[in-house]
């Protein structure tokens, strides 16, 4: 079916424009049939109608012959055709009715005839007119899904971004434990395994529910606290209104692989990852605190943080933010995004 | 042969521990948590080799490099550092990317056995190998300085913010701070290199100035100044320098 009938808005804008287009033709043939108004309405009114639909047929032409793939003589032969075609059987409708008409308004069979060369030329511009609206309308649309699409391939890249580093350190781990405590090795294996499974499973939807990032969130610090034993504690207080908002998959997580990587893993003592999660009025704020050495040669944020905000601006534009505060000794971000709003899924 | 590990990862120190522990010959005199204990302990103990963590707490691997006896043999160790890697890869030091087999380890060990014993490891200067190693655009935040006290070594950091200026010195550079100086092996270009070159202005061939310090310049001879910082020192400016420091103000 043509797109024009599954939006309202745009029927009744081409219904709109067909009523100058329909008076501009009935002044013509009137001046050009010397027709009285009413004979002008009771001809042109049906004839205005079926013109008004036939000229949506172009967009199944028009899709058939794509304007870059198509030779340009098959083109115009092709659409010449079409409209030499309609303006024929546009005549060959008015002509009858004229001719049924002429019954009750005498004369008009004759008088009509002398208006039907304008008649005919004007169906043929008015169609092929149609025709090139039609192409410019699905060129546009063409254009505006590729770049979904290339949004949408850009957010994929994004998110398959494990971290390599977190990877082999993890392998290490487990290579470190295997001689000394298997059954520990096992369990690292297991829970890398599950982190990385989740994250391919949350990674291919758009929005999940936020209790699902955090969820893996807390399997990837589990794996980490094997790695960093005492030196990496976590603390969480999250709302349970939180759990169900809809937020974009793995957008958590690479904050929290931040404040492990460029935070605790920089200190010596190492220290306390704080996660909040709070449900304001129509919004979900969520805050991550890590202590951090100021001086450390890689304490500042990395490719992490920048992927968040890309992913954000995305899906939400302005309606999200992601801010960062750094005091002396606490490195602090806080995400705050439309709650429950199911983000646009682009597919 | 001594040996010290270094690694702030307990669990990678015990994959360390359990190769070397089967390679005869092979003693562990210290193992080390972050880049001060392993300044301090390879000062004290000489090692034969030093494996030697690139991520750490307090001092990264470089910085360690930095301040230790360049006649040391050093074996990097890293999961995944690109930039680390490159570099290694450029100046030909070698790593062990964990994690390693036992295999490996004594590639890495029989390599060494084969150098002799007046080679410095890494071949070039430790400073060159951390500018390689810094992804473009970025710069270092820190200086790290040794000073050699009773009990042994003793490491400072210097806040880039806070160091006044640097003057060369032979295959020195002093470094000038809070009202002490700081005395490091390393050429005044590659300090010029991995520092902002909007905030150190190489000001002489000999000065490398801190932009926030200069209170004002006033003209010496026909083509030199002296730049006056706010301490009141005075600091020889070069024709170049001079043209740097007007660049550098009006842009």
Not at chain 1, 31 to 38: I, T
Not at chain 1, 184 to 190: G, L, T, V
Request: aromatic share 6%; proline share 5%.
């Amino acid at each position: 079916m043509h797109p024009i009938f599954q939006n309202w808005k745009a029927l009744a804008l081409y219904v709109a424009v067909w009523a100058p287009l329909g008076a501009m033709l009935g002044l013509l043939i009137s001046v050009a049939g010397e027709l009285s108004a009413a004979e002008t309405a009771a001809v042109i009114v049906p004839v205005v109608v079926v013109l008004a639909l036939v000229c949506l047929a172009p967009w199944y032409a028009c899709r058939a012959l794509p304007l870059k793939s198509t030779p340009a003589g098959r083109l115009l032969g092709q659409h010449l055709l079409a409209a030499i075609v309609v303006s024929g059987a546009v005549l060959f409708i008015s002509r009858a009715l004229a001719h049924t008409l002429s019954g009750m308004l005498t004369g008009l069979d004759d008088r009509f005839r002398s208006a039907s060369p304008v008649l005919a030329a004007m169906v043929a511009m008015i169609y092929l007119l149609s025709i090139a609206m039609h192409y410019v309308v699905i060129e546009a649309q063409t254009s505006r899904r590729s770049e979904l699409l290339a949004r949408e391939a850009q957010l994929r890249a994004l998110k398959a971004q494990v971290n390599p580093h977190f990877l082999f350190n993890s392998l290490n781990s487990i290579s470190a434990l295997t001689a000394a405590d298997a059954t520990r090795a096992r369990e690292m294996c297991i829970q890398l395994a599950d982190f990385l499974r989740t994250s391919l499973r949350l990674g291919e939807r758009a929005s999940i529910p936020f209790g699902e990032e955090m969820e893996l969130t807390r399997m990837y610090l589990s794996v980490e606290q094997v790695r960093f034993g005492q030196r990496l504690r976590v603390a969480i207080d999250i709302e349970p209104a939180c759990n169900e908002c809809q937020v974009p998959a793995l957008v958590v997580q690479p904050l929290v692989e931040n404040a492990v990587k460029h935070g605790i893993a920089l200190i010596d003592e190492g220290g306390e990852i704080l996660m909040l999660g709070r449900r304001l009025k129509d919004e979900l704020r969520f805050t991550i605190e890590n202590p951090y050495d100021p001086l450390a040669p890689s304490s500042r944020s990395g490719i992490g943080l920048v992927n968040v905000r890309q992913q954000l601006e995305a899906r939400y534009g302005n309606a999200a933010r992601l801010e960062v505060e750094a005091s002396p000794d606490v490195y602090r971000v806080t995400l705050t995004i439309p709650a429950g709003i199911r983000g646009k899924t682009t597919a | 042969m001594k040996a010290i590990i270094v690694d702030d990862e307990e669990l990678a120190r015990r994959v360390l521990r359990e190769y070397l522990g089967q390679e005869p010959g092979m003693e562990i005199v210290a193992e080390c948590a972050n880049g001060f204990e392993a300044v301090k302990a390879i000062a004290e103990h000489e090692p034969d080799v030093v494996f030697l963590d690139v991520q750490m707490p307090k001092l990264d691997g470089f910085e360690v490099l930095e301040l230790i006896d360049r006649r040391t043999a050093v074996i990097f160790t890293t999961a995944f550092d690109q930039y680390a890697m490159r570099a290694f890869d450029a100046a030909a030091v070698d790593y062990l990317l964990k994690p390693f087999g036992i295999d490996r380890l004594r590639a890495a060990l029989g390599k060494l056995d084969r150098r002799s014993k007046l080679d410095v490891n890494p071949a070039v200067a430790p400073a060159e190998l951390r500018n390689a190693a810094r992804p473009a655009g970025e710069y270092q935040e820190r200086i790290v300085v040794k000073e050699t006290v009773r009990e042994g070594a003793k490491v400072h950091v210097i806040p880039v913010g806070k160091l006044d200026y640097a003057e060369a010195q032979d295959d020195y550079v002093a470094l000038r701070s809070e009202g002490r100086t700081w005395l490091k092996q390393q050429t005044i270009s590659s300090l010029e290199a991995a520092l902002n070159p909007k905030r150190f202005i190489r000001i002489h061939r000999g000065f490398l100035v801190n932009i926030d310090r200069i209170a004002r310049i006033e003209p010496n001879t026909k083509d030199t100044w002296i730049a006056v910082l706010t301490d009141g020192a005075k600091i020889p400016v070069s024709r170049a320098g001079y043209t740097r420091f007007n660049s550098l103000i009006g842009g």
